[in-house]
């Protein structure tokens, strides 16, 4: 690993993280892609922006998040002490709206006129619909029509707040189609929509765009254990779907070399090649998908898997690209936890901490007992709590064999 | 090679006539039945073939194509079982232009060096990726010019001045005009405007325009063969598969493709103009 790297650098005017990112899309997006990017670098470059979003983040997302001592867990698992990044205790639930508030504050910038957005469980759509409400901008969400049966509650919701809930019925129905859906409205409407993507994949700049606006969680955790604790942790860790929570806490960890990186994969019901997991960098290879080269669930011919995952939100058969870089150099573990374990620990921290958990730090949170009992009782882990589980009663009811 | 290309566009210009370019799915609604359709369209007219291989996620394509895809997915189709059909073509026809079309990732899980090698062995002149824009297609585009195998760029309405100039850098066989902002035969193409815009398209280069993503109707393809200089359909000739079961498939495709072609061919006859 090359210890003198910018980390702050990366990615590079063409959009990579080493071999991985870039922006393959039809030529139609190509003038967009360029002209979005434009956009950003001048919003960076503006305090104003920079202060309307503090604001907003202040009075209306609810930040900076708690950084709470799971002082049971702790005990329970009888080695390092445990920190929660309570990112799901902002408004909407889940570490999604610190990525729409931005986007959608960058898309009036330009002029835009119109948001679309795909959505899996429906975290990033319910986010994106209630960023749009309070922007009064109109609000499309493409979600594939599978998830749509799925998530009812979540749909009701995005409806309540103004959108239009578009079912995707083409493919399998799910994530990856609707953001293909995505993709295709957009191509189709160029002049006036915004495509307010919710994971930090597709074309450059997004990686860097939707990294940089979750960046914040990892900003926050680390002055607030710096505070707590006088140091900084020896672990942090998170769940990697598409890996935005993830990106957004390990990014202002990335330069203290001694802090342990770690990300969580869903290994559904087991990596192997009946591909029930969603796992793209324990269980993938490289491919390019949705405008980037990544990891990526795919068959021999590169046609690109379903996958499977209990929740819904990391069910997605690719991850962001800078994941992929942080993996193939070393800098980020990653590590899996199967449907089976995320349940297991999803019941524990409601009877131990009263906090139910989304199922997808869930699966962060079944591997944080082995990394705390490898560091031992000096070691301090911060896992990023990014989601409320209160969406997921239904699904966990329905695997504990609970009818309600 | 970009020879048999170059020199079928060279010799319809000489007759004053666009070409027609046909497109179908690899392995729609099944290899034989494809194979059967693909062997019979230049009788049918089509000057040069756009061979579609299928892609799970095609994010730039419209109803039809998706579904043509995925019928050719369900049937076992592939990249490999594309270049397959290629082979078998060649042996029947060596002088009509064949042109793959599709997305990067298949491209890349088969390596670029190995599949321009199977390429050109299979008898492929050209090849669209459709998210491939030139600011990644170095690297394909270097392991497929030793094979004089042309890879195709595209311009879209959205593609500015400055851009196109990116674009046509070291472009080769043809420029790709996608008339439509949207996906392939979704909405319809404004003849007057794709007419303004090739002009202006063939004030930047010499190479032969074709364009394509919106055309569906013959009297479309008739307007647009005056200043193009080659029409492309595809949805319109997929859907005549998906309309139909497997025995009159072939018949009807090749009906579709005879009525457009017969379109493209004879529009400046018509009109009595000269481009």
Known sequence: MDARRNWQDLP??????????????????????????????AAQADPAFQAQMDDFWTHYVGRPSPLYFAERLTEHFGGAKIYFKRDELNHTGAHKINNCLGQVLLAKRMGKTRIIAETGAGQHGVATATICARFGLPCVVFMGATDIERQKPNVFRMKL???????????????????????????????????????????????EMVRDFQSVIGREARAQILEREGRLPDAVMACVGGGSNAIGLFHAFLDDEDVKIYGVEAAGRGIDDRFEHSAAIRGGR??????????????????????????????YPGVGPEHSYLNDIGRAKYLSATDDEALAAFQLCAKLEGILPALEPSHALARVGDIARELGPNGLIIMNLCGRGDKDVFTVADALGVKL | MTARLDKRFADLKQRNRAAFIAYIMANDPDHETCFDILRQLPTAGADVIELGFPFS??????????????????????????????????????????????????????????????????????????????????PLRAALSPHQISLIRLAAPTTNDERLKTVLEGVSGFLYYVSVVGVTGA?????????????HLKQATSLPIAVGFGVRAPEAARALALTADAVVVGSAIVDEIANSGKPEAVERVLRKVKLLSDAVHTARDLEGLSP
């Open chain 1, 286 to 315: 490289p491919g390019v998908l949705h405008g980037n080269r990544t990891y990526l669930l795919q068959n021999a011919d590169g046609q690109i898997l379903e996958g499977h995952s209990i929740s819904a939100g990391l069910d």
């Open chain 1, 161 to 207: 707040l103004g959108a239009e809930v578009r079912p995707v019925a083409s493919g399998a129905a799910t994530l990856k189609d609707a953001m293909n859906e995505a993709l295709r409205d957009w191509v189709t409407n160029v002049h006036d929509t915004f495509y307010c993507i919710g994971t930090v994949a597709g074309p450059h700049p997004y990686p």
């Open chain 2, 57 to 138: 996620d095609p994010m730039a394509d419209g109803p039809s194509v998706q579904k043509a895809g995925q019928r050719a997915l369900k049937a076992g189709g592939s990249l490999r079982k594309t270049l397959d059909l290629v082979t078998r073509f060649r042996a029947h026809d060596k002088d009509t232009p064949l042109i793959l079309m599709g997305y990067t990732n298949p491209v890349e899980q088969m390596g670029h060096t190995a599949f321009a090698e199977e390429a050109h062995k299979a008898g492929v002149d050209g090849c669209i990726i459709v998210d491939l824009p030139p600011e990644e297609d170095a």
């Open chain 2, 187 to 199: 909405k319809a193409a404004v003849t007057t405007q794709v007419r303004t815009a090739l002009e």
């Open chain 1, 12 to 41: 590079d005017e063409r959009g990579r993280f080493g071999a991985y990112g870039g922006r393959y899309v039809a030529e139609t997006l190509m003038p967009l892609v360029l002209d979005l990017e434009k956009a950003y670098r």
